[in-house]
């Protein structure tokens, strides 16, 4: 059984440009969600896709975007990085209706 | 807009002796789950508590969810320098599939 995994595990990036990070999630889960996590604070919810479509949404700007794809496979995009954009962004699929978290190792994303 | 406060932030300790992380919350949530992270890698479960007052062990980890499914705690008894990492509970609020994290209580456990 594949895990969840992410790529690429660490970018550096210029303020103002825009980034895309990747999710592979585990076999026979189809729901994906995405999480930022600063330094020093616990991961913060960015939203969530189930069957391709967004199902549900945190406290983030409208510059966050993500799609899913048929294969559940799912990316992250950031446009006009901020420097308070550095952080880890964490992907994590679940099986239908399950509402417990399996985590990929992070993307590592640092704004300058 | 519900939150989950942990403590302690720090726990430094040696390695036998026992400890207790809290999360708190005045949210009531429909169950609770305990991560651990390791620097460089994602959170991996390590139990989810549904039931109000449920107590669930995993070898000398003991979880506890509070009787108004508010509040658990985390107990680890006579810890070991393995046990060293960043502990995350993470509520799940009624009707919702998004995680609501506690910002986490950071164990260093010496030998």
């Given at each position: 059984?594949?895990g969840?995994t992410?790529?690429?595990t660490?970018?550096?990036?210029?303020?103002?440009?825009?980034?895309?990070?990747r999710?592979?999630?585990q076999?026979?889960?189809?729901t994906?969600s995405?999480?930022?996590?600063?330094?020093?604070?616990?991961?913060?919810?960015?939203?969530?896709y189930y069957?391709e479509e967004?199902?549900?949404?945190?406290?983030f700007?409208?510059r966050?975007s993500?799609?899913?794809f048929?294969?559940?496979s799912s990316?992250?995009?950031?446009?006009?990085l901020?420097?308070?954009?550095?952080?880890?962004y964490?992907?994590a699929?679940?099986p239908?209706?399950?509402t417990?978290a399996?985590?990929?190792?992070?993307?590592?994303l640092?704004?300058? | 807009t519900q939150?989950?406060?942990?403590?302690p932030?720090?726990?430094?300790i040696?390695?036998g002796?026992n400890?207790?992380v809290y999360c708190?919350s005045?949210?009531?949530?429909?169950?609770?789950?305990?991560?651990r992270q390791?620097?460089?890698?994602?959170p991996v479960?390590?139990?989810?508590?549904v039931t109000g007052g449920e107590?669930?062990?995993l070898?000398r980890?003991?979880f506890?969810?509070g009787?108004?499914?508010?509040d658990?705690?985390?107990h680890i008894?006579?810890a070991?320098?393995g046990?060293?990492g960043l502990?995350?509970c993470a509520g799940v609020p009624?009707?919702?599939?998004?995680l609501?994290?506690g910002a986490g209580?950071?164990l260093?456990?010496?030998?």
């Open positions: 059984e594949t969840v992410q790529s690429p660490h970018l550096i990036k210029t303020r103002g440009q825009q980034v895309t990070l999710c592979s999630s076999s026979g889960h189809n994906v995405w999480y930022q996590q600063a330094l020093g604070q616990g991961p913060q919810f960015i939203f969530q069957r967004e199902n549900g949404r945190g406290n700007p409208p966050f993500g799609l899913q048929p294969n559940y990316e992250l995009n950031v446009n006009a901020e420097l308070d954009d550095s952080a880890l964490l992907c699929s679940s239908t209706g399950g417990e399996f985590f990929g190792q992070g993307t590592r640092t704004v300058v | 939150l989950l406060e942990q403590s932030q720090f726990l430094s040696q390695e002796e400890l207790t708190n005045s949210s009531v949530f429909s169950s609770l789950q305990w991560y390791e620097p460089g890698e994602g479960l390590l139990v989810t508590v107590v669930k062990k070898k980890l003991t506890q969810f009787d108004a499914r508010k658990s705690s985390l008894t006579a070991q320098p046990d060293t502990y995350l009624g009707g919702y599939n998004k609501i994290f209580t950071r260093a456990v010496h030998p």
